[in-house]
């Protein structure tokens, strides 16, 4: 079986922007062509490095993103460059780019002129303000759209005012998704109709829509909820959900929809296992009035307690046992020893032939019974693919491929 | 002339509650889909509790406003299905569907006699989409979560915060928002791959394991190079990199100085404006904006990392005498990489260029009134994304599904609201309800 997306051709011109949203299409199936500057595109330059030896083909950050898919080397700014994206954009059913908003078409290959000859092709452009506004040539980084799109006003602290941006570059993840999810839509349509089309996805947009309800507090009671340490945002300090475990790392442990006689009874249930249920099996406790006044005594003394005197992983495991959605907060090295995550086959051995050995990478985010999910290749060295894109597949002789080489064309 | 629509013709059974689902199938709305939502009011989530009703409005099984904004684009089927003619109606409802949608936990499905086995026979090319916590498959299917169980299992959490201090994580359920972005692509893939092969099949979607390969590059660093996480300097806030700490990548980009977040005036709650320099060149020409004499210090950018503290005061020292929006305007003039932290107000009230997009637009809800709901990020040329409808209020559809698809007549509606299969028969209706009876 292969990927949903077997037999679909994208041509990838991207960069940190839309790298993910390229692999997100690559490893459902699709044949990934990424089009690189001659000599590489820039994040190969991000590490960390394989053995922290910088180089342009050991990048980890370019290895994750750009997996499943063919590199080849092609230089738009000339004539002979233009005119080898123009055979292939023919050939293709996607085209993916993070260019600034008009550099395509200033080179004579925005969409209109590549859809005259290609009326099924789907272009996406995925920028950061999108194609148009006062805003859309402005310049961006993960950390200021995280800033712009509403991330950073709803995440810190309690005992600071300190906007935090969550880590590991999510603005580009919101926009890679929200991307692929337009194309795929657009390539149901073409599906049915067999007609392509234009895309605009903008990555502000993207991230200001990824804040839950942030937005709907505002809209509908004009209010601006304040940061909480490691739990929602809210109009005023809430009780907290983060408790430090034994072995230093910590538990998110959520009582939803607040302490109420029941469920002060199943805590107390499960403390009880461990002789941690302190006063909890009292009666006094069944009543609301009297959990209410005691809710800092039985959450920051006894549940405090009870999470201090144990590892976070056996909090974590004991708790969703009894029914308690409580998760243990792990470092993504952790990730490594979850066992359901291996009875899934989350983790996937993707082999790197010029290094003689493989690596494990993470898997997919759902399992496909009909069409599944895979890494078909490790990312592209630099240029690896152009021959036999360009020779065996457009058709070029060895000797034109040379010549384009010594013009900077390839 | 009506615009054409990327799902035109495509109906979606929607189990979905709370907000992943319902957050999937929004946009599967807002692309052309005829999406029903089946809901029971005595074992609703997503409603009620509700934190976002108006001042002012009863606060009920219509009036909230973050259930609004997440279910536009739907009709709302009231039906008891833990009935015997409740499952039936089910059942006649996926035999005209295209796709089936739920999260539920693993094995709800199932037990109702409703496994995607069940399915195939009455509908052979479904696309059966589950968004459960941790997925049907594996030891810890039945575990349960909200967003923030997901983010803190998964990896997200840790990568959030200061250096030696607790996570700060996310301040909202980031993997409800995502995981709803996974629902609706699975929903997507599903359906191209069964238009090109005629093949349904089920897509078993995780909340939790969908949050893992967020982490991509970090995971690496530890499969490739063996580094962990738990080091010194890791989480380093909003920089590149801590100060005074081993000079690793911490998977956000480049490691560069000046990388933070900064005050402005006049200092309020969300006064701050971020500002990141890629280059000697970005930092030079935020050098000239600042002022004064360079500092050598700076001319590099190791420099710039060993002496980031420094850095920040400098640069700190210059923001906090302007307005947020007047740092932005001065570095992105100058080329500098530079946002302010907006809060919702900002984005729904004070960002010019979400107001020019059409990000907020108005629209009428029956118990609700008019109010602004959030658009798409994305322009598709030929088959727009739009809000066509309100969310329903709840069994706002009821007659005109039974009626229109399934072909119920009117007795037998009525009856199904006396037998308790479209209505519990103790609860009172709503007037519109009465309305749709008569």
Request: glycine residues 10%; proline residues 6%; negative net charge.
């Amino acid at each position: 079986m292969t990927g949903p997306f077997a037999g679909l051709r994208v041509l990838e011109l991207a960069d940190e922007k839309g790298q993910f949203c390229g692999k997100l299409l690559g490893d459902l199936g699709a044949d990934v062509v990424k089009i690189e500057p001659p000599g590489g595109e820039a994040c190969r330059e991000v590490g960390p490095f394989l053995d922290d030896v910088p180089h342009r083909d050991r990048s980890l950050s370019f290895w994750y993103y750009n997996t499943s898919k063919r590199g080849i080397t092609l230089n738009l700014e000339t004539a002979d460059g233009r005119a080898l994206f123009r055979r292939l954009a023919d050939e293709a059913d996607v085209v993916l780019e993070t260019f600034r908003p008009g550099y395509l078409a200033g080179i004579g290959l925005g969409y209109e002129t590549l859809r005259a000859s290609n009326p099924a092709l789907i272009v996406c452009s995925l920028t950061p303000f999108g194609q148009t506004g006062p805003w859309r040539d402005f310049v961006s980084s993960d950390l200021v759209h995280m800033a712009a799109g509403g991330e950073m006003a709803s995440s810190g602290y309690d005992h600071t005012d300190i906007p935090i941006a969550p880590g590991g570059g999510n603005a580009w993840h919101m926009g890679g998704h929200y991307a692929a999810m337009a194309i795929m839509a657009a390539l149901v349509y073409r599906s049915v109709s067999g007609e392509g089309q234009y895309i605009d996805t903008s990555i502000h947009e993207a991230c200001a829509l990824t804040t839950e309800s942030a937005i709907a507090n505002y809209v509908y009671r004009g209010e601006i909820l304040r940061r909480q340490t490691g739990r929602h945002h809210a109009m005023t300090t809430t009780a907290r959900t983060q408790f430090l475990a034994k072995d230093g790392n910590y538990v998110t442990a959520l009582i939803s929809g607040g302490l109420n006689p029941r469920n002060v009874k199943s805590l107390a249930d499960l403390m009880d296992v461990y002789g941690m249920a302190g006063d909890l099996r009292d009666p006094k406790y069944q009543d609301p009035a009297t959990i209410a006044a005691e809710s800092s005594h039985i959450i920051d003394g006894l549940l405090a307690d009870f999470i201090a005197s144990l590892p976070a992983e056996e909090v974590y495991h004991a708790a969703q046992a009894r029914g308690f959605t409580w998760g243990a907060v792990r470092a993504p090295e952790d990730l490594l020893d979850d066992a359901h995550l291996h009875d899934r086959g989350f983790w996937k051995e993707v082999e790197h032939p010029e290094l003689g050995c493989s690596f494990v990478y993470p898997g997919e985010p759902a399992l496909y019974n009909g069409s599944p999910w895979a890494i078909s290749r490790r990312a592209p060295l630099v240029g690896e693919h152009n021959r036999e894109i360009y020779c065996d597949e457009l058709g070029l002789d060895a000797g034109e491929l040379v010549i384009l080489a010594e013009n900077g064309v390839v | 002339m009506t615009a054409k629509r990327a799902l035109e013709n495509i109906r979606i059974v929607d189990f979905s509650w709370v907000r992943a689902g319902p957050w999937a199938t929004r946009w599967l709305g807002a692309l052309g889909a005829e999406v029903i939502k089946i809901e029971w009011p005595e074992s609703e989530r997503g409603r009620l509790p509700s934190s976002t009703t108006p001042q002012g409005l009863p606060v009920n099984l219509n009036t909230s406003g973050n259930f609004n904004d997440t279910n536009v684009n739907k009709k709302s089927l009231t039906l008891n299905v833990r009935s015997a003619k409740g499952l039936d109606i089910v059942k006649r409802l996926i035999a005209k569907s295209d796709v089936v949608i739920e999260n539920f936990s693993s094995r709800v499905l199932r037990n109702w006699g409703l496994g995607y086995e069940a399915m195939c026979e009455i509908k052979p090319d479904i696309v059966y989409v589950s968004m459960s916590g941790y997925g049907h498959t594996g030891r810890n299917h039945a575990y349960t979560t909200f967003g923030p169980v997901a983010q803190a299992a998964a990896g997200l959490t840790f990568q959030s915060g200061l250096p030696n201090e607790a996570p700060a994580g996310w301040g909202w359920s980031y993997m409800d928002d995502t995981g709803g972005m996974y629902g609706a692509m699975c929903v997507l893939t599903g359906l191209y791959h069964r238009n090109m092969t005629g093949k349904g099949q089920h897509i078993d979607q995780s909340q939790m394991v969908s949050s893992a390969p967020l982490n991509g590059p970090a995971l690496l660093d530890f499969t490739v190079n063996k580094r962990g996480s738990r080091r010194q300097g890791f989480p380093p806030g909003n920089r590149a990199h801590w100060p005074g700490t081993p000079l690793l990548n911490n998977y956000r980009g480049p490691t560069v100085a000046p990388h933070n977040a900064y005050r402005t005036a006049p200092g309020g709650y969300n006064d701050w404006c971020t500002i990141v320099c890629h280059s000697d060149t970005e930092w030079q020409a935020l050098e000239r904006l600042i002022g004064g004499t360079p500092d050598p210090r700076f001319a590099t950018v190791a420099g710039r990392l060993a002496h980031q503290d420094d850095l920040d005061t400098m640069i700190e020292a210059w923001t906090s005498t302007l307005d947020k929006y007047e740092v932005m305007t001065q570095c992105q003039a100058a080329g500098v990489r530079a946002m302010p932290v907006q809060s919702a107000e900002d984005r729904v009230d004070n960002d010019p260029q979400l107001r020019h997009r059409g990000m907020y637009r108005p629209l009428e809800h029956p118990a609700l009134g008019t109010f602004k709901v959030q658009n798409a990020p994305f322009v598709l040329s030929e088959t727009p994304a739009v809000n066509t409808l309100p969310s329903p209020m709840i069994g706002q559809h009821t007659r005109e599904i039974l009626e229109g698809l399934l072909g119920f007549d009117a007795a037998e509606v009525r009856a199904g609201f006396a037998d308790g299969t479209f209505w519990p028969p103790t609860r009172p209706l709503f007037p519109y309800q009465e309305e749709m009876l008569r």
